[in-house]
């Protein structure tokens, strides 16, 4: 499940979308405190941020340059600020839409779900995806790497694409778990543990042993070498 940020101080209108994202099948997160705004932001990690830029005592504008200094998630400005020039601003520093209240709610959510497909496309052609460092065969269940190819298990499979597709951020053991629920694939703590040692060896098979990481405490990423 994507999980989608809102960082807004209006509190009727922030529960107003947690409550419309989550009846569309989102995880939603809400900040309510802006005193470490830009940090707070990094370590959710979400996977799209709606960001008002009126905060209070935090400059939006800022938050949104200093956040894409640090990551490619898709940041969409929400704003009762119809000036071009604060939209050039935002534009200029890194915001993919910039959406001015009140909005159509609706036409939010399909803009929501462009970017969120633009994020999660990773030149999937010919049952391929391409992740720089291997390709992953969507059809055949393998990985690859200069012509190399090893089979993986329905779930080292669905685990990995999970990884791509979360390129370079912290996944938790209960977000993998909770994708491979919902393929019903149903695994314990432990399984997980068995699968990912598996996935381990399968990657170091193919020189790729400093690919999959593990972040004590929180999780597993998978970086670019």
Known sequence: MQKILIVEDDEKLRNELEKFLNNNGYKVTMLKTFENTINDILAINPDLVLLDISLPNADGEHICK????????????IT??????????????????????P?????????IGSLLKRANNFNEINDKIDAKDFILNTSKS??????????????E???LKYLVQNREKIVS????MECLWESESFIDDNTLTVNITRLRNKLEELDLKELLQ????????LIKL
């Open 173 to 176: 053991r209960e977000e993998i």
């Open 103 to 111: 909005f159509n709610i609706q036409i939010l959510l399909a803009k």
């Open 214 to 221: 593990t972040k004590r405490g929180q999780g597993y990423i």
């Open 66 to 77: 200093e956040v894409r200094k640090k990551s490619n998630v898709p940041i969409i400005i």
């Open 142 to 155: 393998t990985i690859e790497k200069q012509g190399k190819s090893i089979e993986l298990t329905k779930n």
């Open 157 to 159: 499979y669905k685990i």
């Open 80 to 101: 009762s600020r119809d000036s071009q020039i604060d939209e050039l601003i935002c534009i200029n520093y890194g915001a993919d839409h910039y959406i001015t209240k």
